[in-house]
């Protein structure tokens, strides 16, 4: 992947245009589910102006009153292109279909691949919704937990899948990649050894790789449906998190070609959720937002580094990898002696919101999510204040 330097682009660093007051008029969840005086840097909203494309395709859909029904396959093809360019990967176009967003996508292909009390299997800790959209579904969530490094364990993984498909079961493997929490991203030999597990099994694999442009600098993500072995995989991509548009719901389902029969199945009803305005928004960062987007990321891995000096220096105790992608950082707060659910001693004696570790499942205890995607001030702001909840 070839960034353009932001500098040369003319984009200044997304992460530094906002100030605190500006941000705080805000009415959407991360800067209105906590009082005034609580610092919130917890869920998976960026602390970011729109990108200008965006916001040019937003205007000209609302001046010509281009509000209805969504059509065609613009969406596609915008992305065909970034991931053409990015990923060197050529998704075939006639093998998608709009949904929704990113996890109601992954339930219309749980349905088509499992049925009610069929496993899921998951490498926890993982994105809470794992658990809260499969179980709202009626199928059970079986565990196959990340190593020691936080990266996939391909004999636990072996052994889950065996497990799972035990008496000729249907089972599924929700991918997270790149991984959410850890910001792991899986690299082509993993995923290849995870189809191979997958075909020996009969384990469907439904991948969602929302985070996938969002990764650290030399860093190349890897596209689960662009590895072989993978034909019969299902995809689910979108812009929300790259470009900040989770309020403008759009996704889209990516089948390999022996699944591309399965996504055929998928109700006609599921391509009317998505807002239109969603999908000309993510059409226009896809195709017109990198330069954006690669001042984003060069700003991210900035403040990776800035969270790692401030670690060491105010909360040595915490151990932290510096995640690969996402703009999430997975922070062990365990030698901290907070008990399993830090995130509300920071709250409450720092002032400072952040995710707690519990409900990304088994490994989650005694850690916090931290969301980089903010400015430098804030993030040592926030330091600060988790520093001062242990004096």
């Known amino acids: 992947m070839t960034r353009i330097p932001h500098e040369m682009a003319g984009e200044p660093n997304p992460l530094r245009v906002l100030t605190l007051d500006r941000l705080r008029s805000r009415t959407s969840m991360k800067w209105r589910a906590y009082p005034e005086d609580v610092l919130p840097l917890w869920v998976a909203e960026m602390d970011v102006p729109l990108a200008g494309p965006i916001v040019r395709a937003l205007t000209d859909a609302l001046e010509l009153g281009d509000t209805g029904y969504p059509a065609g396959t ?6 065909a292109g970034f991931a053409e360019k990015r990923w060197g990967w050529e998704v075939a176009v006639e093998r998608t279909a709009i949904v929704p967003d990113v996890m109601l ?10 049925g009610p009390g069929d496993p899921v299997v998951v490498n926890s800790p993982v994105y809470p919704p794992f658990y809260m959209f499969v179980e709202h579904m009626d199928r059970e969530v079986v565990e196959a937990p990340l190593g020691a490094d936080l990266r996939i364990d391909l004999d636990t993984l072996d052994e889950t899948f065996r497990r799972a498909t035990t008496g000729g079961r249907r089972a599924a493997f929700l991918l997270c990649s ?7 991203v899986h690299t082509a030999d993993e995923l290849a050894a995870v189809a191979a597990l997958a075909d020996r099994h009969g384990v469907r694999v ?7 442009p969002v990764t650290a600098g030399g860093v190349d993500f890897v596209p689960y449906l662009r590895v072989p072995g993978t034909e019969n995989g299902l995809s689910l991509m979108s812009a929300s998190k790259a470009w900040n548009l989770a309020g403008l719901k759009a996704a889209l389902a990516i089948a390999g070609p022996a699944a591309a029969a399965d ?20 059409s226009a960062a896809l195709r017109d937002g990198t330069a954006w987007l690669d001042a984003l990321l060069t700003g991210l891995d900035d403040n990776r580094r800035l969270l790692a000096d ?7 105790a915490i151990t932290h990898r510096p995640g690969d992608a996402t703009y999430l950082a997975w922070l062990d707060c365990r030698a901290l002696g907070l008990g399993d659910d830090p995130a509300d ?6 002032r400072v919101a952040l995710n707690s570790g519990i409900p990304f499942g088994t490994g989650g205890a005694g850690h916090v999510r931290l969301n980089l995607a903010t400015s430098p001030e804030l993030i040592t702001e926030g330091v600060h204040r988790m520093a001062a909840a242990l004096d």
């Open 74 to 79: 613009g969406y596609a093809e915008a992305l």
């Open 105 to 114: 996508g992954v339930v219309e292909m749980l349905k088509l691949v499992t």
């Open 178 to 184: 790149p991984h959410n929490p850890t910001g792991t």
């Open 206 to 212: 439904v991948a969602d790789e929302i985070h996938a």
């Open 263 to 282: 996504l055929d199945r998928m109700p006609e009803e599921v391509s009317h959720g998505p807002s239109h305005l969603g999908i000309i928004a993510h």
């Open 310 to 316: 401030l670690l060491a220096e105010h909360l040595p």
């Open 345 to 350: 001693v920071f709250l409450r004696r720092g």
